[in-house]
């Protein structure tokens, strides 16, 4: 055989033997992930998303609010007492139970076995990997698959919110769940020392796939603290070691303050007015709202920089839940503001992958156009834009521009990336669209 030969069937060979092992997964997964992984440099390498600033229209905010004033001065104030009627409570909502008086609190608690997952085995599946957790600890025998499947059916959801996990336990399982905003360190360990491991939802600072440390939303289950070291025992399903991961009172206290100190717990039903005993006031969700609408108050005024920021967005984040949309819209301008004056390392480009609630004060306060400016901006700074939620708002101020094609595209991307998500699919219902 001549030299040449040799080498055609050389060549022909490892060409064939290197086919074949790209057929088998964990090779596929390794090469794919590397592929991914350099896409995704050269893309926030030339679109850094730090950069992307959102700019309320001051002009139209200014006019609303002087609109919003004028009709709260011309509203004829009622003379007669009203009659109070209780609302109904949800047939899913705990029933509130009297507030007793709290037992102090040990120096020192820790909840047992707690079982450990991983969020390992897909694209951003720490929101599935810590309900599992909390799930599994009462018993339950599902896996954290099947969480997955429930709550992103799209693999690379950028973000699963805390309803969808709490919506997952309460439909799904046997299982109760409930959300907390406005959260404290003394509820946390309140929890802890009576075996309710709360999920806590808080900001990080990791390197991403783009090869850069920065600012992004996590979860973890809180399951013991010890005051004379200042720490928090908490399972952390994406760091190494993290069946034993620590956190001291001030690292958890600056990291779940970016996310309006919201926590979720799950419970058995049986044990629910054991639980809201021990919320206290927090039994009911409206204290929440309002504790961090002031909390976020006073760190505005005395918190610098990122954290300043954060506190405004709260604010904003907390008067949506009590249906505020004007003050929480002057909210959010005042943090987007502040967001700008931050360099660009600083900058926490994901806010709104986590927290939408600025469109809900814009769209509910008629800034249209600040919806649709901000959500281009989110979509825009995303190398792949897996947010069902900023194309779901877009979708509706579209709608009431007279955009309705541009409407039905972005559900139908909603719906894309959130397979079944019930705004969307309502929305496209109503527009006459098809999937």
């Not at 030299?3 to 060409?15: D, E, F, K, N, S």
């Not at 800034?367 to 900023?390: H, M, N």
Request: proline letters at 7%; hydrophobic letters at 40%.
């Amino acid at each position: 055989m001549k030299p040449w030969q040799t080498v055609v069937l050389v060549a022909l060979a490892l060409l064939i033997f290197g086919s074949l092992l790209m057929l088998l997964p964990p090779v596929q997964e390794r090469v794919f992930w590397r592929v991914d992984q350099l896409r995704l440099r050269v893309f926030y390498a030339l679109n850094p998303p730090e950069e992307e600033v959102f700019k309320p229209d001051v002009q139209v905010a200014a006019i609303v609010k002087a609109t919003l004033t004028q009709m709260v001065a011309q509203t004829p104030v009622a003379t007669a007492s009203p009659t109070v009627v209780p609302s109904p409570t949800a047939p899913d909502a705990p029933t509130q139970a009297p507030t007793p008086t709290l037992a102090p609190l040990p120096p020192a608690a820790t909840v047992a076995e707690v079982p450990y997952i991983d969020q390992h085995y897909g694209y951003n599946n720490c929101a599935p990997a810590n309900l599992t957790m909390a799930l599994k600890f009462w018993g339950w025998g599902g896996a954290r698959e099947d969480v997955s499947a429930a709550v992103k059916p799209f693999p690379k959801d950028k973000n699963v919110m805390p309803y969808e996990l709490a919506d997952f336990v309460n439909g799904q399982t046997r299982m109760r769940a409930l959300v907390r905003m406005g959260g404290t360190t003394e509820v946390l360990k309140r929890l802890i020392a009576s075996g309710f491991p709360p999920i806590v939802e808080r900001g990080v600072l990791l390197r991403d796939l783009s090869g850069k440390v920065s600012w992004m939303g996590h979860y973890q289950v809180a399951y013991g603290y010890d005051d004379s070291q200042g720490k928090f025992q908490v399972m952390d399903s994406y760091e190494e070691g993290g069946d034993h991961f620590t956190q001291t009172y001030d690292e958890m206290s600056k990291g779940w303050r970016s996310f309006t100190n919201t926590f979720v717990v799950v419970y058995p039903p049986e044990r629910e007015g054991e639980l809201l005993a021990l919320l206290g006031p927090y039994a009911d969700e409206n204290y929440g709202f309002t504790t961090a609408v002031q909390t976020a108050s006073d760190e505005a005024v005395t918190l610098t920089g990122q954290d300043q920021f954060f506190a405004m967005y709260n604010r904003g984040s907390a008067l949506v839940k009590l249906q505020d949309y004007a003050g929480a819209a002057d909210a959010y301008d005042q943090a987007f503001s502040l967001y700008a004056a931050l360099t660009g390392s600083q900058r926490p480009w994901r806010i709104v992958w986590y927290q939408t609630g600025p469109y809900f004060a814009y769209f509910n306060t008629g800034r249209l156009q600040d919806v649709i400016g901000l959500a281009d901006k989110t979509i825009k700074s995303a190398s792949e834009p897996f947010l069902e939620e900023s194309f779901y708002w877009r979708a509706r101020a579209k709608a009431q521009t007279g955009d309705v094609q541009g409407a039905i595209d972005d559900l139908n991307k909603s719906l894309e990336y959130h397979p079944n998500f019930g705004p969307s699919v309502v929305l496209l219902q109503q527009l006459g669209g098809t999937q």
